[in-house]
């Protein structure tokens, strides 16, 4: 397993913000990534504390901002190198349409693959945080977002519950987890099961979900055939205290094995 840098200077004070050639392009944070579904070779990062949006350009070796004023946070609609965001977090495309979690703003933002403007989809546009389901969604720390037989599921961390959007009407209503303030940890029927700070969602190749359930250290199950949640991996363990496999596991994905590999945030590995 060859292990390499794509793009990126490693700084000892940080991260920071340049566009250019991939190999003198500069991050900060970045996080959530996806494929441009007609242009296999851009792929879009999120630049977390730069809240910005940017693109890697396989093919032309170069690395430029598609989302956002680099370095100045905001909650600003409209053209897309006008607008403004506050620490992107996930992202990712359905039908020809990109969808960002704006973590700090509490919303998701939509933009056409071919169109010059974003939009808020869902969430209030003040930039609020609180738990409602319906047109007048709203969100609180939304974190991983993925696309889901039409809809999107996205991981509203600080509600410590998963939602499902309609991404045509920004209709959002609670796919998994009970609402609750604090977080907290209780499998079972999937109206009633806890979560603490849920950060990613991702559906398997037999149709169940796993969830990164990153405060309490583990990762659930979730079987839509039975409506029940259960705990696949690892053991609640508050600031990994000798028994927790993981501390803070963040992402998930599937294999071609059918493996899940989890990035295991503050262990540092995955």
Request: aromatic residues 10%.
């Amino acid at each position: 397993l060859n292990i390499e840098t794509l793009t990126g200077i490693q700084l000892r004070t940080g991260g920071d913000y340049r566009d250019g050639a991939i190999s003198d392009a500069l991050f900060n944070s970045p996080i959530g990534i996806c494929q441009h579904p007609y242009q296999s070779h851009l792929i879009y990062v999120c630049d977390f504390h730069n809240h910005v949006v940017r693109a890697v350009d396989l093919k032309n070796l170069q690395v430029f901002t598609v989302l956002g004023l680099s370095k100045v946070a905001g909650n600003e609609d409209g053209p897309l190198l006008e607008a403004s965001l506050f620490h992107p977090y996930d992202i990712c495309c359905l039908d020809g349409v990109f969808y960002v979690t704006d973590y700090g703003n509490n919303v998701v933002r939509c933009w056409n693959v071919d169109g010059f403007e974003v939009t808020t989809l869902v969430g209030s546009v003040e930039g609020c945080s609180g738990y409602q389901d319906g047109d007048t969604a709203l969100l609180h720390g939304p974190r991983g977002i993925c696309a889901h037989e039409g809809n999107l599921l996205v991981a509203d961390s600080a509600n410590n519950v998963i939602r499902t959007i309609d991404p045509h009407t920004g209709y959002a209503s609670t796919f998994l987890g009970k609402h609750c303030r604090y977080g907290g940890y209780r499998d079972g029927n999937n109206t009633t099961a806890y979560f603490d700070q849920p950060s990613y969602i991702c559906r398997l190749h037999n149709g169940k979900f796993a969830v990164a359930d990153s405060k309490n250290n583990v990762i659930r199950l979730y079987d839509p055939y039975t409506g029940l949640v259960s705990t696949l991996a690892g053991v609640v363990s508050e600031f990994n205290q000798g028994v927790s496999e993981f501390n803070r596991p963040r992402f998930i994905v599937e294999d071609q094995y059918h493996n899940l590999l989890v990035t295991d945030m503050n262990h540092h590995n995955i």
